[in-house]
């Protein structure tokens, strides 16, 4: 008895360091803030938005970058943000602000799940890219936002791979006798990197669906009142996974869920015609992954 509560103090301390570290997380960069909330009004011009990216000529290059990059598949090359957003429209033109901002966040390299520079990237835009064509697929309606939790899903690794590289041995035990990453994680810390993800949105004040999509990504079956967006971010996670876009650490299960597939009126036969495509899908997007 002594010693599971031993157990239970240890584990409730790492957890208030856990959370206590969530809800210190760096912001994104200020222009990028008022960049979002500016964006969120439709009749924004152009000139506003001009007017807070010309303060950070570093955003407004990686922004030119990505607008021109085969992911956002503008057909003609565009020079200027005023061009980028009439050809774009002010949803998309955020979705690559979004973009931008994180690209120097996620673009490190995450300890303790032996990511290395870049890998964790790669792994969000394949994971957007891939939940993108699968919204087309079932035909999700534009309101249900898919594009920003799948970029942002993972960003609970960033801090919570600093307490997996002190606890790798207790991971990689728990991982090796067939028990998922994701509840090996909750068995160590008490918590795992998807709830933390989704605090670290909620700390940014991101959207209600937004954060429960990042919370919920491995365990879709939980979403009570399903629009679709949580299934089609769980779908497209394993979907990259299965070609090798994730984490080196064993533990993932790969198997897509009958409940998710059936929600998303997805046949397994049209499943697996899907996981044949997403390779080509990942191979699009080389010039995507890195800026200058």
Not at 279 to 288: F, G, K, V
């Given at each position: ?162 307490f997996i590289k002190e606890g790798a041995q207790a991971i990689e035990d728990v991982v090796a006798g067939g ?74 299960d790969n198997s897509p869920s009958p409940v998710v597939l059936k929600r998303l009126n ?27």
């Amino acid at each position: 008895m002594e010693i599971a509560q031993e157990k239970t103090l240890m584990m409730n301390d790492i957890l208030g360091k856990i959370m206590l570290k969530a809800s210190s997380f760096p912001s994104m960069p200020k222009a990028g803030v008022k960049l979002m909330d500016l964006l969120q009004n439709k009749d924004v011009s152009i000139a506003e938005i001009e007017k807070i990216l010309r303060y950070d000529p570093g955003l407004t290059a990686n922004v030119l970058k990505l607008a021109n990059s085969s992911y956002f598949g503008i057909p003609s090359k565009v020079g200027s943000l005023k061009h980028a957003i009439a050809l774009l429209g002010v949803k998309r033109f955020s979705q690559i602000v979004l973009t931008a901002c994180m690209s120097n966040t996620i673009d490190k390299a995450v300890e303790g799940y032996d990511l290395p520079p870049g890998e964790l990237w790669r792994h969000s835009i394949a994971v957007s890219k891939t939940a993108e064509a699968l919204a087309k697929f079932v035909k999700l309606t534009n309101e249900n936002d898919v594009f920003t939790p799948a970029l942002l899903h993972d960003m609970g690794k960033l801090l919570l791979g600093r307490f997996i590289k002190e606890g790798a041995q207790a991971i990689e035990d728990v991982v090796a006798g067939g028990v998922p990453l994701v509840v090996a994680e909750n068995m160590i810390f008490g918590t795992d990197h998807a709830e933390i993800g989704a605090q670290i949105l909620a700390h940014w004040s991101f959207p209600g669906d937004i954060v429960n999509a990042v919370r919920l990504h491995h365990n879709p079956e939980r979403v009570k009142h399903s629009n679709g967006q949580t299934e089609i971010i769980y779908l497209s996670n394993i979907l990259c996974n299965s070609h090798g876009d994730g984490d080196s650490i064993k533990g993932h299960d790969n198997s897509p869920s009958p409940v998710v597939l059936k929600r998303l009126n997805i046949s397994f036969s049209q499943y697996e015609i899907i996981l044949e495509r997403v390779c080509s899908w990942i191979n699009e997007l080389s010039d995507t992954l890195n800026f200058d």
